[in-house]
């Protein structure tokens, strides 16, 4: 496991891209005023060939306690998991499970250019509704609808077995 002050292997960090590719949603942990907040989130993740995990990570909502959250206070940290599955020990101790796990670190940003924000959305729609890419946005949910985006910073990686 390789951890926030480490790089990842090479066989870590392709893996921890393809989990950042795959994985339906995130956790994203934010600080509010009144303590820890996090959510399941929907995700896309545009991909820097870089010999760290790196990229953005995008994310889209509209207005509601994360927007102000993440206003007051930018720091987020994002928890991916995959491939989670129950392994069942010859003694109740010896139980365990199996798991690909991805925390990222960064600070988090509004998308505020029309065509970034577009380019973005895009993204997120390839991944989850690859026949839709194409199509034009509504021009009235496009403009409600909100874009961030995650710089990954840092990354620690672990799988099980």
Known sequence: MATIDEPLSAEDLTDARSLLREAPYAYVASVEEQGPY??????AYAEDRAPRLAGTIYFHTGEGRKTAAWAADARVCVAVTGNVGFIQGDSPCRDGFAYRSLLVWGTIRPVEDTRDRE?????IV?????????????????????????????????REP
């Open 119 to 123: 380019a973005a959305l895009r993204t």
């Open 126 to 158: 390839e991944k989850y509704d690859p026949a839709a890419a194409g199509m034009p946005f509504g021009a009235k949910d496009f403009a409600q609808t909100l874009i961030y985006a995650l710089d990954i910073e840092a990354a620690s990686y672990k």
């Open 38 to 43: 996090v959510l399941p989130m929907n995700f």
